[in-house]
């Protein structure tokens, strides 16, 4: 990371690995290591097995979909040189589960189906507000422009990331997607925020501080990893070879 010589906190290289066990997949991840003070959130799911999970009592989204959240955790970070906090990060995961029409046609093992149902949930919950501002600025992250969407290159099964502003202060973070079986989708995002102290000014940029949260997001993602038994993985390579109508 750009900033990693000059910014102090927690990484995910000596963070805590953790794993999630689902019906025919199992995720593994690491977690940092967040240091316990007032400002700080470290919030783990007790839960690991979500095999034969019931979701019947889980909340759910503005479309109606069980879902839970797997950790959210807020810790800042420290200039090398003042010591002052200069940024506070926060990170989110959870899970959706698709209907059970969705389940049964295998959408999320379908990487051209779950991407188009991807971005359908992003536009019915962000649509309005991202086309509003995507009219006065063509870049900013909207369908048209399918949330600057990328496909992130795996051996069975692409995840996808997307472009999505939270709350309407905020500008746009990165939200990953993994297909974690046919029934659950597990979502993720890191966001950075700057801290200023009255009198001083923070040393780094809003843009500086935005490609760190880059960095940080993308060396996230690579301490995770997802194993599918043989029988999914021969329902994504059955799908991949299916002729499209």
Not at 74 to 90: G, P, R, S
Not at 104 to 133: P, V
Not at 185 to 198: D, G, N, P, Q, R
Request: hydrophobic share 35%; net charge negative.
């Amino acid at each position: 990371m750009t900033l990693s010589n000059n910014i102090l906190g927690p990484r995910f290289n000596k963070g805590d690995i953790t794993t999630f066990i689902f019906d025919e997949s199992e995720l593994t991840l690491r977690l940092p290591v967040i240091p316990y003070n007032k400002n700080t959130v470290d919030d783990v799911s007790p839960l690991k097995d979500y095999r034969n999970a019931d979701t019947r009592g889980w909340d759910t989204n503005d479309q109606e979909r069980p879902c839970n959240q797997l950790a959210s955790q807020i810790w800042c970070y420290e200039d090398a040189k003042t010591l002052d906090n200069v940024a506070e990060c926060q990170l989110y995961l959870g899970l959706v589960e698709v209907t059970e029409d969705q389940r049964k046609a295998n959408t999320l093992l379908s990487y051209a189906d779950f991407e188009e149902l991807m971005i359908e949930w992003h536009h019915y919950s962000f649509g309005e507000r991202h086309s509003e501002i995507n009219a006065q600025n063509p870049e900013w992250p909207a369908k048209l422009n399918r949330y600057h969407g990328r496909s992130v290159p795996k051996e069975n099964l692409n995840w996808f990331v997307v472009q999505l502003s939270l709350s309407s202060e905020s500008k746009p973070v990165q939200l990953v997607m993994i297909p974690v079986n046919n029934r659950f989708v597990l979502m993720a995002f890191i966001e950075i925020k700057s801290l200023h102290y009255a009198g001083r000014t923070n040393p780094y940029s809003d843009e500086q501080l935005k490609q760190f949260e880059r960095d940080l997001f993308d060396d996230f993602l690579s301490h995770i990893k997802i194993e599918y038994s043989p029988e999914i993985i021969a329902t994504i390579q059955s799908l991949k070879n299916k002729t499209p109508a």
